[in-house]
């Protein structure tokens, strides 16, 4: 596993993620401004930050030229006595198709293992209220809560700390998890870790999907991997084929006949249909 020294910004690899101490990031990925690109810069890859290592030398930190992003995340974690985080977008190899694979079936465990997970709402101010009522909680809008691969991270972790958009902290998972219920229709037990979530039906964990979206079709089967224990080779290009591969998966482990309800009838958002609602 490849983490982020959070003093220094380089990378250091990891056989066994949890033989250490780390921190790991959720976020909604940031696109770029298209009037005004130097304004919101895009997300820092893996590719980029390598680059940046080989034009530095080797004793010196480059920390200051990395993204705000991962600065901001390094210096949260270094408060809180981190040496290392995991930030998806730049600690994976994408144009590895083997790196790629394994990240994409080991994310659940990296965010499980993870002795803090910082959930970042960037579309949050720090004067929102979490506990406000609908119409006026920013946070009960945060897009975080509508992405598909925030499902996972928000599930895997014990300890998930949100933040707002300039890195002020919001509260944990345990203390707004009244709130996370209300918002993602996942029952309180299984945020807290109280009622495992390898014993909910297939059927419950599909419907925590169901109003989420990816931006790939592929995504919509990759991101939920984890939640079922599944492993499955990522094949980009197979779009709906990877829901149905997805399915046939849960059959061959589990006896459970919910599954059998759940089909794959659009693109985006990951909606399903469940007969006799209107999921």
């Known amino acids: 596993m490849r983490l982020l020294d959070t003093t220094s910004g380089r990378f250091k690899w990891f056989p066994d993620p949890r033989a250490i101490r780390y921190a790991i990031l959720?976020?909604?990925?940031?696109?770029?401004?298209?009037?005004?690109?130097?304004?919101?810069?895009?997300e820092q890859t893996y590719e980029e930050i390598v680059l940046i290592e080989q034009a530095t030398p080797r004793d010196e930190?480059?920390?200051?030229?990395?993204?705000?992003?991962?600065?901001?995340?390094?210096?949260?974690?270094?408060?809180?006595?981190?040496?290392?985080?995991?930030?998806?977008?730049?600690?994976?190899?994408?144009?590895?198709?083997?790196?790629?694979?394994?990240?994409?079936?080991?994310?659940?465990?990296?965010?499980?293992?993870?002795?803090?997970c910082y959930a970042l709402l960037e579309d949050v101010e720090d004067e929102s209220i979490a506990r406000a009522a609908m119409s006026t909680s920013g946070f009960r809008h945060s897009k975080w809560f509508k992405r598909g691969w925030t499902l996972q991270e928000l599930l895997a972790?014990?300890?998930?700390?949100?933040?707002?958009?300039?890195?002020?902290?919001?509260?944990?998972k345990a203390e707004l998890a009244d709130v996370v219920a209300d918002v993602t229709l996942i029952r309180r037990e299984v945020l807290l870790g109280e009622f495992k979530l390898e014993d909910?039906?297939?059927?419950?964990?599909?419907?925590?999907?169901?109003?989420?979206?990816?931006?790939?079709?592929?995504?919509?089967?990759?991101?939920?991997?984890?939640?079922?224990?599944?492993?499955m080779s990522p094949i980009y290009g197979e779009g709906r084929y990877a829901f149905i591969r997805l399915q046939e998966e849960i059959l061959r482990q589990t006896a459970d006949p919910t599954i059998l309800a759940w089909v794959p009838i659009s693109h985006s958002p990951l909606t399903v249909s469940v007969p006799g609602s209107h999921i």
Request: with cysteine.
């Open 61 to 116: 930190p480059i920390l200051d030229k990395l993204s705000p992003k991962i600065q901001g995340a390094c210096r949260v974690a270094r408060e809180h006595d981190f040496n290392y985080i995991w930030i998806d977008s730049g600690c994976i190899d994408k144009t590895s198709s083997a790196e790629l694979s394994e990240a994409i079936n080991s994310m659940f465990e990296w965010y499980r293992h993870a002795n803090i």
């Open 200 to 231: 909910a039906p297939v059927s419950e964990r599909m419907s925590w999907a169901s109003k989420r979206e990816t931006t790939r079709e592929e995504d919509e089967a990759y991101c939920l991997l984890g939640i079922f224990g599944i492993q």
């Open 26 to 42: 959720s976020h909604v990925w940031s696109k770029p401004d298209r009037k005004n690109p130097a304004k919101y810069r895009p």
């Open 157 to 172: 972790p014990r300890n998930v700390l949100f933040l707002s958009r300039a890195w002020k902290v919001i509260g944990t």
